[in-house]
């Protein structure tokens, strides 16, 4: 006998899956590779969005579209946006699903809603979001990439969660140690993936020191980032570049307690215990004492939540239609002025800004870890310098990538022994600096702060210390990686069958073992550098 699983799966009408019988209608969102477009399935007289994928520029994501649309055809549930059919209209896929009229809670929030929305709409927002959770934690998935831009509302105020790009099924990891046993919320703990996935701002620490393994409970992380986001407009540590709030969780500065601080400085404590505590109670830094997405749902939190039509009333009602909010942002970064005198780092900057304001759900360049989301409403970037270049007996040592990030010239650095700033009217100040950790890259990420005379003797501690964190904590994973290259070429006479597979993990570590060098060499180096920099100061 079928199960309602399966006559819910097949009771899924087939929708045409040639262009033609489709009428583009607006343009409603746009991530980095991909457009969202309003549109009618003519045959079918409805409407639908299409999510439209440029395959050459996503080539690399490939495998991300096709396990969406493997995960969505496999589930069904009221909370979860399942694609009605995919099919490829010359270099792109078109991935057509139902048609959510009020967009993402990311567009909603950074259109009219910039301080966050009140508690009661977080509620219900979080609770729908949670039922998603629970029933894909229950099928054995990972969603990865919670956030508010993959939470979409419809204008009957329903919710669904959407975008499965980047989620992973246990059974679809060979690796994962459960993937024979039934999944279930108790065997998350067994379960383990490695690869780096989601997000920065709403990733686990987990997720990002990716080689100790993540489970179900790194979407509980990102689900306690995302009930921040909807409360304060923009999750924390979103005012630092990716890169450097990857590198705060990594060394595990961020902690329960700084959101507190976080919370001083953005509004006081105008939130309810109850919500705090079921906030924390995500952003454990040990995933095993993050609640289960079923456990959170009898949080008191959620206690007295309020139904959909609540969400119409409060949030919806009185709001532009998606197509209309997205016109409006695109056209508030097309005409953000632009103040600065030179005319190509202006046309690059505002290259950048438009960039950014194009990106949907808080996307970043994972080459260079570059992006920094900012909001319509966003428009300070105070605390930020820009740094043309750096010089060093006539060679270019550090060059302006964009906004507060440099980049080292590896050529040069290594001849350097006194660094001469040709800061121009722009301020070269180092309050901090971090080593991108993920991908082997050998980026220099670096805030640049205001004033003129003494910010490197002033924090140079300060700088000492984080280097220092950063320099232990690579030692730390050089050590791992030495200790299992041990286990596993000691084990290697015993598992003969295995042999191949084990010179190819051995091959993987070594790689891994020569950027962990990299990394710390560069971070010796950049040491070396300030010191002999904040000693150039003191002469
Ligand atoms: N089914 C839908 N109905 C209505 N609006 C949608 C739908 N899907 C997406 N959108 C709108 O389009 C915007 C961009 O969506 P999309 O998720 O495709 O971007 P993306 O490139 O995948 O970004 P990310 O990868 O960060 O999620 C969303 O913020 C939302 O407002």
Redesign the pocket.
Known sequence: MATKHEEELAKRVQYPLDPSSYKILDE?????????Y?ATCVPMNSL??I?S?DLDRSRPDFDDVRREAKTLSLLYHHNI?NAHCCFTVDQRLWVV????????L???ISHSFSDGLTEPCIAVVLKETLNALSYLHGQGHLHR?I?A??I?V?SNGSV?L??F??SASIYEYPNSSSSTAAPSLSSSSSLRLTDVAG?PYWMAPEVIHSHIGYSFKADIWSFGITALELAHGRPPLSHLPPSKSMILKITKRFRFSDLDKYRKGHGGNKFSKAFKDMVASCLHQDPSKRPTAEKLLKHPFFKYCKGSEFLVKNVLQGLPS?EK??KESKIRSTTTPNDDDDEDEGDLMKQQYVKQRR?????FNEDGLELEPVFPSDQSRENVTIVKEVRFEGETVIQDMQHGELELNADTSSNMSKQNTNATSNVTIVENLMVSSIHGSSRVVETIGGDQGGGILKNKEAMLATLNVLKGSLEQELGQVKLMMNIIQGEEIQVVDSKECMTQEISKLRIELESERKKNSQLELQIQIFNLQSSSCVD
């Open positions: 409603i969102g746009a991530g980095v590779s991909a457009i969202v309003k639908v969005a999510k994928i946006l699903m139902p048609f959510m009229a009020g967009g993402s990311q567009s909603i990439d956030k831009g993959n979409l419809d669904k959407a975008d790009g980047v997000t998606v909010r997205y990106i949907s759900g808080w996307n």
